[in-house]
């Protein structure tokens, strides 16, 4: 008696839902176009966004502040030649520029936040070399050995030769070593196959360690298994930290909005409390220069590193462009073409906004 009634169900569910597709079928169709959808404006859409209130903050931070116990374990890892994989649901930003900023001090610490649209690699592979280079001329030269006579630029080099660099036996491995932090290593500008490889090649250097974190749930399809047991040699830990993804969201685009054409001062605002002192700083001494100058196209970068190495910000040409490649890549700075020939540099804001904003750094 079960099993016919059963059936009876089934056949009752099937009969009506072919009896819709029937009337549906006469029915009359709406003419309305997705096109004809009035979108809220993108700016408008994040301020109401921001205005939400968050929840559970202080349980978010005692969750965060409890894994400061796992920092040692980390760093043994470190040591031991493994790279760091943070996984689990919550921005882990905060969490990894904790553990940088407390536990890795002895190393140096390259930083790349993943979640931007589009990242050079080759940008991010000089600035670990030009910092690897400044560790191995403080060395006693018995261990950096002849390696570093007639040293090229590192702007000048191949990405092969950046790579043997960072791989090469100029001292013992602990002693100089470089961490690399990766914000979201499977983020849109990170997540083709051959950035993946390069990423996967500068991580088996000798001298290179990796911490990074991913939020995708197919992430791992990203990597075959010599990338994620030999050049990654990944140490998988789940941290979950239920904090909203702030920083992350400012840089993909919302549904629900259509995109404005000028930049909000609160987004750039929050960008660039997301960089550090440093590359502030010099945004700062580029947006001094605009509001000072109203009339020019942009500063030169010769000026720029001329007034930001009066200042002790950045020692090199390197580092300025390491900068100023952030900038571009958050859409902060633009470069246009000066009168006389020469690229120069600009902040995409009215003078208004641009006031605004220096005030708030």
Request: proline residues 3%.
């Amino acid at each position: 008696m079960e099993d016919n009634d059963i059936d009876e169900e089934e056949f009752e569910f099937s009969r009506n839902y072919f009896l819709a597709k029937e009337s549906g079928k006469s029915g009359k169709k709406s003419a309305r176009k997705i096109s004809e959808i009035d979108l809220v404006d993108e700016q408008d859409l994040r301020a109401e966004v921001s205005n939400i209130e968050p929840k559970h903050e202080k349980e978010i931070a005692s969750l965060i502040n409890s894994y400061k116990s796992l920092y040692n374990e980390w760093v043994f890892e470190l040591r031991y030649g493994f790279g760091l994989l943070m996984y689990g649901f919550g921005s882990k930003k905060t969490l990894l520029e904790d553990f940088a900023s407390t536990a890795l001090t002895e190393y140096n610490v390259i930083v790349v936040n993943g979640y931007l649209q589009s990242i050079n690699l080759k940008q991010v592979a000089m600035a670990m070399a030009e910092v690897l280079w400044d560790e191995l001329k403080m060395q006693p030269r018995s261990t950096s050995g002849g390696l570093l006579k007639d040293q090229q630029p590192f702007n000048s080099r191949s990405m092969d030769d950046l790579i043997a660099f960072l791989d090469g036996p100029h001292a013992a491995e602990n002693e100089c070593l470089v961490c690399l932090v990766i914000h979201n290593i499977d983020g849109p500008g990170l997540r083709d196959s051959d950035t993946q490889h390069l990423l996967a090649r500068i991580a088996a250097c000798s001298h290179v360690r990796v911490v990074a974190s991913m939020d995708h749930v197919n992430a791992p399809l990203l990597w075959d298994k010599k990338m994620v047991h030999v050049q990654f040699n990944w140490c998988w830990h789940h941290v979950p930290t239920f904090a909203p993804y702030k920083i992350e969201g400012v840089f993909h685009p919302l549904i629900l909005a259509h995109g404005g054409t000028s930049q909000s001062v609160k987004t750039a605002s929050i960008v660039l409390q997301s960089l550090t002192p440093n590359a502030q700083s010099v945004f700062k001494v580029l947006a001094q220069h605009q509001l000072a100058h109203p009339d020019e196209e942009g500063m030169g970068i010769d000026a720029l590193f001329t007034s930001c190495r009066e200042r002790f910000l950045v020692s090199s040409l390197v580092t300025l462009n390491s900068h100023l490649t952030e900038f571009k890549d958050h859409e902060l700075v633009k470069i246009r073409r000066h009168s006389d020939g020469q690229d120069c540099l600009y902040i995409p804001l009215s003078k208004d906004a641009l006031e605004k904003l220096q005030l708030d750094l």
